[in-house]
């Protein structure tokens, strides 16, 4: 992972208490690490065969993962990788949002970017003027780890899952003045497609139910061939 040189790495295998998600990046000095939420550490296997790694296990009801503020909103060029292991639907991944969680509820500028929708496919993109999102042929809340990246370059951006590309979009990507950013919860809701606040008149938070692991963030596109190669790489260790 590191050689593909992210911005930053949370690997989210910190030890069982812990309140701080260490960076891996060690030319950061620490000043990406983010911090955990509800989060349970230390208890769940990661998804690399061999490895003794665990992961973090989120509970669905108010477990997250705070990045370092104005992460997305600071790179309009950029790309997002995770793993994560579900049986249950509806559940955003990675978002970005003007309205910190705490606040219960917003009406303007959120992006859930990564989330599982109601009928458990995946659904991803990058805001780009509409809400229209990359979705997965089959479900993805099967218990299976999964391997998920969302990569935007000025006017274009798609997604892959466990190393296929599943979709692409042109537009230009809009993410200025979304400070907060997490892993594993997000608001979503109104025009939001495929989730339980679908027609709702504002957005609210939702919630991951289940293991993710491995988050890397990368302040550039990934051409189609890096992000294939990155893929293969992880998945040569995945069980």
């Given at each position: 992972?590191?050689?593909?040189?992210p911005?930053a790495?949370?690997?989210?295998?910190d030890?069982?208490?812990?309140?701080?998600?260490?960076?891996?990046?060690?030319?950061?000095?620490?000043?990406?690490?983010?911090?955990?939420?509800?989060?349970?550490?230390?208890?769940?296997?990661?998804?690399?065969?061999?490895?003794?790694?665990t992961?973090?296990?989120?509970?669905?009801?108010?477990s997250?993962?705070?990045?370092?503020?104005g992460?997305?909103?600071?790179?309009?060029?950029q790309?997002?990788?995770?793993?994560?292991?579900?049986?249950?639907?509806?559940?955003?991944?990675?978002?970005?949002?003007?309205?910190?969680?705490?606040?219960?509820?917003?009406?303007?500028?959120?992006?859930?970017a990564?989330?599982?929708?109601?009928?458990?496919?995946?659904?991803?993109?990058?805001?780009?003027?509409?809400?229209?999102?990359?979705?997965?042929?089959s479900?993805?809340?099967?218990?299976?780890?999964?391997l998920?990246?969302?990569?935007?370059?000025?006017?274009?951006?798609?997604?892959s899952?466990?190393?296929?590309?599943?979709?692409?979009?042109?537009?230009?990507?809009?993410?200025?003045?979304?400070?907060?950013?997490?892993?594993?919860?997000?608001?979503?809701?109104?025009?939001?497609?495929?989730?339980?606040?679908?027609?709702?008149?504002?957005?609210?938070?939702?919630?991951?139910?289940?293991d993710?692991?491995?988050?890397?963030?990368?302040?550039?596109?990934?051409?189609s061939?890096?992000?294939?190669?990155?893929?293969?790489?992880?998945?040569?260790?995945?069980?």
């Amino acid at each position: 992972m590191l050689d593909s040189g992210p911005h930053a790495y949370w690997r989210l295998d910190d030890a069982a208490g812990s309140g701080m998600a260490a960076d891996s990046v060690l030319a950061n000095e620490g000043a990406d690490n983010a911090s955990y939420s509800g989060v349970t550490l230390g208890q769940d296997q990661g998804p690399l065969a061999g490895s003794a790694a665990t992961t973090g296990t989120f509970n669905g009801t108010s477990s997250y993962v705070s990045l370092q503020q104005g992460l997305v909103s600071g790179a309009a060029n950029q790309t997002v990788s995770l793993w994560f292991k579900t049986s249950s639907p509806d559940g955003v991944l990675f978002s970005y949002e003007n309205a910190p969680l705490s606040a219960g509820s917003t009406t303007a500028n959120w992006v859930p970017a990564i989330y599982i929708g109601s009928d458990g496919k995946l659904n991803a993109k990058y805001y780009n003027g509409n809400v229209t999102t990359m979705t997965s042929a089959s479900a993805v809340d099967d218990g299976h780890w999964h391997l998920v990246t969302l990569t935007a370059g000025g006017t274009t951006q798609a997604v892959s899952l466990d190393g296929n590309q599943i979709g692409s979009q042109a537009g230009a990507v809009e993410i200025a003045g979304q400070a907060n950013n997490y892993v594993g919860a997000g608001y979503n809701g109104v025009g939001w497609p495929d989730e339980k606040y679908y027609g709702s008149s504002a957005a609210y938070p939702e919630y991951f139910n289940g293991d993710i692991s491995d988050v890397a963030f990368w302040d550039r596109q990934l051409t189609s061939a890096r992000s294939e190669e990155h893929t293969s790489e992880l998945q040569s260790h995945h069980d």
